[in-house]
């Protein structure tokens, strides 16, 4: 693994070492083509197969079969010769696919002839009152603890919400010997009956043997509340009781740990900040990347492979990320193309690994009263501001969020808008009666992620830069 990029060029240009980037970079160098890998964590993996060449988590039976798919991809991409950084912060990437990051506390620019997002996913903002104590996490980071260290609760664990990987990080709790005290299912009532007509799809998918059984060992060890309507923390500086509304009745029991989860939504700042083209996604409820069938964006040259590019899971992770690498492949290299699966193999492989995903999105979409806070609860973390004050700054002229910016300073924070991004546009758009696609998203611009200027300044200098700047 090298320190800093080894070129000021390269052919293609993957960035986010999770499933899609390790496939599409791997594909990539294995044509030939001159390869970068650029990643923000410690090893390969992304968050799905996180600290997958590290976990002290040695019995495969405790994370399950799925996670140790990461495995062969790491392998298959280390038998290339692409260049691999990780603890690389990738902070800007322009139209021109030219890519600014830092490495080891400084930065510097790389060209491109063609880049593929592999950002990945972010936890979906699960903004409840209370949900800023310390106590209170995400089932994702819980899930990092995991996978990078064995840590697992070992006091009264609260697990709320819904989706998939919550019933997945609960089995991998119990398998290690963590504790969980009860689990609270947000799922509307309702969202079966919205799923019915997509069962069939689901029942003869990967998903449907594996989640089953999923819940049956969970279900078997731990109390669980389902059609839980009302959900909120509390605690003087500390977590110390969880309470919540199922059946009309209201509850509220000790917790030392409340791990949230309602789902994951595409990662898009990067490809905002590049200018790529964005619609709202109103069965996810986000934004997603506007793309053609090998995930190429409205920007010339770039591409968007993964969860990035639309939730969709590892395996069609995989394939998307095969897919935009043998676009690329086809336009800087086509007698090498003939070497790898075509595009209509390829096609094939992804609706087969996307199948029953309809029915997962319409099942766990999440009710407006997780997504839509009210009152005092804290919007913004990062510049403490409510949903009263948003709905504040709306009623004396605030139109959409880089107005607020202006009024509340929202998304201007270190997490530049991850964490409140979709919050405020939903908030926003229901307060004035409109769509969120009219509403819109942050402006988005470089630097996407926090950098210091002692990395600016590390950036290599030519004769020319200095003039520009220094008066003779």
């Known amino acids: 693994m090298t320190v800093a990029p080894k070129r000021e060029d390269y052919d293609v240009v993957v960035i986010g070492a999770g499933p899609a980037g390790l496939a599409a970079a791997a594909t990539s160098a294995e044509a030939g083509l001159s390869t970068l890998l650029l990643d923000e964590n410690v090893g390969p993996g992304g968050q799905v197969f996180r600290a997958i060449s590290s976990t002290p988590v040695t019995d495969r039976n405790q994370l399950g079969a799925d996670y140790w798919v ?3 991809l790491v392998q298959s991409l280390r038998a290339t010769s692409a260049e691999v950084i990780h603890r ?4 800007s990437l322009d139209r021109n696919l030219e890519i600014a990051v830092s490495v080891g506390g400084a930065s510097a620019f790389v060209k491109a002839q063609r880049v593929i997002l592999a950002t990945g996913a972010l936890e979906r903002p699960f903004p409840i009152p209370g949900w800023t104590l310390p106590g209170v996490m995400t089932a994702g980071a819980a899930q990092t603890m995991l996978k990078s260290s064995a840590l697992v609760p070992d006091g009264r664990t609260v697990i709320a919400g819904q989706g998939p990987l919550l ?3 609960a089995a991998q709790i119990l398998r290690l010997g963590g504790r969980i005290d009860r689990i609270l299912d947000t799922t509307e009532r309702g969202n079966y009956f919205a799923a019915l007509p997509h069962a069939f799809a689901f029942l003869t998918s990967p998903y449907f043997a594996k989640g089953l059984a999923m819940m049956r060992e969970v279900k078997a060890k731990v109390q669980v509340v389902s059609g839980v309507a009302e959900l909120s923390a509390a ?16 509850e509220t029991i000790p917790a030392d740990l409340l791990l949230l989860h309602q789902g994951v939504v595409p990662n898009v ?20 990347p506007v793309l053609d069938a090998s995930g190429s964006s409205s920007v010339a040259g770039i591409a968007i492979a993964g969860d990035g590019a639309g939730i969709g899971g590892a395996s069609a992770a995989v394939v998307r990320g095969r897919i935009a690498a043998r676009a690329a492949v086809e336009a800087l290299a086509p007698a090498a193309a003939a070497k790898f699966p075509s595009m209509a193999a390829l096609r094939t492989d992804l609706a087969k690994a996307e199948r029953g995903r309809i029915f997962l999105d319409t099942l766990f979409r999440p009710a407006p009263q997780f997504r839509i806070p009210s009152g005092d609860t804290i919007v913004c973390r990062c510049e403490e501001v409510t949903a009263k004050d948003v709905l504040h700054s709306v009623a004396i002229g605030a139109t959409g969020p880089n107005q607020l910016k202006a009024y509340r300073r929202t998304g201007m924070g270190p997490c530049q808008g991850r964490l409140c991004g979709l919050t405020v546009t939903e908030l926003m758009a229901q307060a004035r009666g409109k769509s969120p696609q009219e509403i819109g998203y942050y402006r988005l611009r470089a630097p996407v992620k926090p950098i210091t200027l002692a990395e600016l300044a590390a950036v290599p200098k030519s004769e020319v830069d200095v003039k520009a700047v220094v008066r003779g």
Do not use: P
Request: aromatic letters at 10%; hydrophobic letters at 45%; charged letters at 15%.
């Open 88 to 91: 690389a912060t990738v902070w």
């Open 70 to 72: 990461g495995a062969d």
């Open 269 to 288: 700042n990067l490809a905002m900040s590049a200018g790529v083209e964005h619609r709202w996604d109103d069965l996810q409820l986000c934004w997603s």
């Open 235 to 250: 605690g003087d500086g500390q977590l110390a009781s969880v309470s919540y509304v199922a059946g009309g009745k209201r």
């Open 167 to 169: 019933w997945l990080l």
